[in-house]
């Protein structure tokens, strides 16, 4: 099994995924009903669903191309956005550590949001 590039960036994906659900235990504290059902259900949906793609590639069983587009750029939209309605809530709370947390989670969304981004044009590429 060689390793590839899309290979790299699906770990990279699932690795700030996890690190962004760790956050997000530890800095739990938004208000809006919107920005805690979105940001939950993104990071926990993609982390099921990036086992399951990178289950997938180690047992030689790749998912189709079109699929592994939609949820690229599916979850790069949802990152992107979650990180942008975390940041939104937190940007005027008092500086806490939990505020600190909150805004690292927030700015590691962004990033796996573009890195979703640039997964889907390797990807288109490829």
Known sequence: MAINR??????????????????????????????????SGTFVGYTIILIGL???YLISNPINKKL???????????????????????????????RRLAISKGSLAIINGVLFFFDSVFTFRD
């Open 54 to 56: 990178f289950a997938g």
């Open 68 to 98: 592994d587009l939609f949820f690229s750029l599916l979850g790069c939209a949802m990152f992107i956005a979650s990180g942008v309605l975390i940041l939104e809530a937190w940007e005027s709370g008092f500086k806490t550590e939990r």
């Open 6 to 39: 899309l290979s790299v960036v699906k770990f990279l994906e699932l690795a700030l995924t996890l690190c962004c659900v760790a956050l997000h235990y530890k800095s739990l504290g938004e208000t809006s009903e919107l920005t805690i059902m979105l940001v």
